[in-house]
């Protein structure tokens, strides 16, 4: 990000924080407690979900020609390779014999040999090693490598006759994008819009990964999303943690289409009263959180680039959350990469035992029934955006009035 937008937007934090406000949106906002619960909606949620470009890690995480990762979304296993040409392609990690996966984690290999029966692939997603050849014939690989959905529309990317399935990929912004449908055109930066550049201009997908935690929890995806749209209850929920260090109930507030940015001022911001700006350092000062439509929230520091993978699960009231972290350190110092690890644990076990654990009840409430509405405050202008870019992509009127 430019300097001269840092310092706009430190200047905004600063007033905002001097006057003990926020950002505020028109008006408050209701939304149906059974957009947490329904079934139906669960559905139409996992559907826009799979329409929708989806961030699955950043291009650290494939360094070089012959890396790979493997990543899981919405309970599809995608194995992703960089090729001997630079490029990055994703496939659904799925053996053409019995559906083994035939990667796991990630790492540098140009081959990919199933666990199973050990037929084997090569990065760019062909069958290159058979054994028992004569147990298979050619027409009955080739049937086996269709994609479950081509039936439904042409894909964008060629089937292979023998290969793996492979998915829409790219790497745009810092990060690796995937299509989940092979039939999905992938265009993130009409996706992403203005936001592109300046997610790009932070590096943080380029900072050393720092691995990935997954929290299954008994919470709608939506509820997972929503502690990350507000920092009015830094106060309460936070008391011993992150609110020991940034502001509550003070965010500046800006949307880019269906995405949205929130600055989170630190406690130190009022110091800059007594600086001339042309001294500010304005990452001192504030955390940067990015809603990416639709899932997707990124968390950025002077030290640390969190993403947050947030899916719907198998029912309404549960959800996968995977949190990843990189950071400009340079970690090939193991003193320095334990310390950036420590941070990546902290911030994991104050969402974990904080934010997730309370949000629990708050599914357990929703799902009995007592109360038929949530209501959204003036000050919560980015939870309002989340539920309302939702609503518009869904069909749906935005709120209850
Ligand atoms: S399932 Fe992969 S070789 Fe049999
Ligand atoms: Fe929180």
Request: proline share 5%; aromatic share 8%; glycine share 8%.
């Amino acid at each position: 990000m430019e300097r001269e937008q840092l310092i706009d937007l430190t200047r905004r934090a600063l007033k905002l924080a001097r006057d003990r406000t926020t950002d505020l949106a028109p008006a408050e906002h209701r939304v149906e407690a059974t957009s947490y619960t329904s079934a139906g909606r669960h559905d139409r949620d996992r559907a826009m979900i799979l329409a929708s470009p989806q961030l699955v890690g950043y291009v650290s995480e494939l360094p070089a020609p012959g890396a790979y990762c493997t990543k899981t979304v919405m309970g599809r296993s995608i194995l992703l390779t960089r090729t001997a040409d630079g490029s990055v392609k994703a496939f659904d990690n799925v053996c053409l014999h019995r559906q083994s996966q035939v990667a796991t984690g990630c790492g540098s290999a140009k081959r990919f040999t199933c666990p199973y029966h050990a037929w084997t692939y090569d990065n760019t997603g062909r069958l290159v090693g058979l054994p028992g050849r004569e147990g298979f014939s050619g027409a009955a690989i080739a049937r086996a490598a269709k994609p479950a959905e081509a039936g439904r529309r042409p894909t964008t990317v060629t089937v292979k006759a023998d290969g793996l399935t492979e998915l829409p990929a790219v790497e745009f912004a810092g990060f690796l994008w995937v299509a989940l449908d092979p039939g999905a055109s992938l265009d993130v930066a009409a996706h992403l819009g203005p936001l592109a550049d300046e997610l790009d201009s932070w590096g943080i997908g380029r900072w050393a990964p720092l691995g990935e935690k997954v929290l299954d929890c008994p919470i709608n995806w939506k509820l997972a999303v929503d502690t990350f749209s507000e920092n009015y209850h830094f106060a309460t929920v936070h008391q011993q943690t992150f609110a020991t260090i940034a502001r509550s109930n003070c965010t500046v507030f800006d949307a880019f289409g269906p995405h949205h940015r929130l600055i989170f001022p630190l406690n130190t911001i009022l110091a800059l009263d007594d600086v001339p700006e042309e001294q500010w350092d304005p990452f001192q000062n504030m955390v940067v959180i990015y809603a990416l439509f639709p899932n997707i929230v990124l968390s950025v520091t002077i030290a640390n680039g969190e993403l947050f993978r947030i899916y719907p699960a198998d029912r309404p009231g549960r959800s996968i959350t995977v949190h990843q972290n990189s950071t400009p350190l340079d970690v090939s110092d193991e003193s320095v990469a334990a310390g950036a690890q420590a941070v990546f644990d902290y911030a994991h076990a104050t969402v974990r035992d904080e934010d997730y654990r309370l949000v629990e009840r708050l599914q357990t409430n929703l799902e009995s029934g007592a109360r038929d509405h949530l209501l959204f405050g003036r000050n919560e202008p980015g939870l309002q955006h989340r539920h309302n870019a939702w609503a518009r992509a869904l069909g749906e009127s935005a709120a209850l009035g």
